[in-house]
């Protein structure tokens, strides 16, 4: 699963190295057509991991007729500026997982943002089995529910990935557009972190992938 979700990284990267105008501190969000070419970029590469017989998380039944994931449409008031606050002081835990199984995480920090004027939070999470990889290192998650779960979006949640290089003078860009379903959405042969009750937002994020049920 974890070679699965790196993949993704499109989304973020474009995010962290484009864009004009909108600039908080040393932060800078795209404009608004760049952002919408981004988030196509980032639909346009998790559709192919799906085709993909070596990277898909579908059945072959499934992945034989799949088309494309259903996506949210593209909502450029989810891709915020959030005030990172850093926490690693706090000890390794077990994240509980979809199967029983219980990683090493760790908390990283907090994002704190508005979303429709409302404040919120989200805990960043490290894993402690990736710190052992080198080209992960520097590999963050932010696993979260909201108000769209069980409803148009996956009930078990969702994930956006980090680089820690994404924090900048003590903030960075959420794009909740590049929200994804764990594997074990699409099959039990999975194992996948479960969001934390500290990760559970109250309010409805209309952005990322939608459930297909």
Not at 12 to 40: D, F, N
Not at 127 to 140: C, F
Not at 151 to 174: A, F, P
């Amino acid at each position: 699963m974890q070679r699965f979700i790196y993949l993704f990284l499109v989304c973020i990267t474009a995010l962290s190295t484009t864009g004009r105008a909108q600039t908080v501190a040393s932060v800078v969000l795209p404009s608004k057509e760049e952002h919408t070419k981004q988030v196509a970029t980032f639909q346009a590469e998790l559709n192919a991991e799906y085709k993909d017989p070596a990277r898909s998380p579908l059945p072959a039944p499934t992945r034989s007729s799949f088309a494309g994931l259903p996506f949210f449409p593209v909502n450029y008031a989810a891709c915020v500026v959030t005030q990172f606050v850093r926490d690693s002081s706090q000890a390794p835990f077990e994240m509980q997982t979809s199967n029983g199984r219980k990683p090493l995480y760790r908390k990283y920090g907090e994002v704190h943002f508005r979303y429709n004027g409302r404040p919120q939070h989200l805990t960043v999470y490290q894993s402690l089995d990736l710190l052992r990889t080198k080209d992960y290192q520097d590999y963050l998650m932010v696993p979260f529910t909201d108000q769209t779960n069980g409803h148009t979006s996956y009930g078990g949640g969702r994930y956006i990935d980090l680089r820690m290089g994404q924090i900048k003078n003590d903030q960075l860009v959420l794009d909740f557009n590049c929200a994804y379903n764990p594997f074990c959405a699409y099959s039990s042969a999975y194992s996948c972190p479960i969001p934390p009750a500290e990760n559970r937002l109250q309010v409805a994020i209309e952005a990322g992938v939608k459930s297909d049920h």
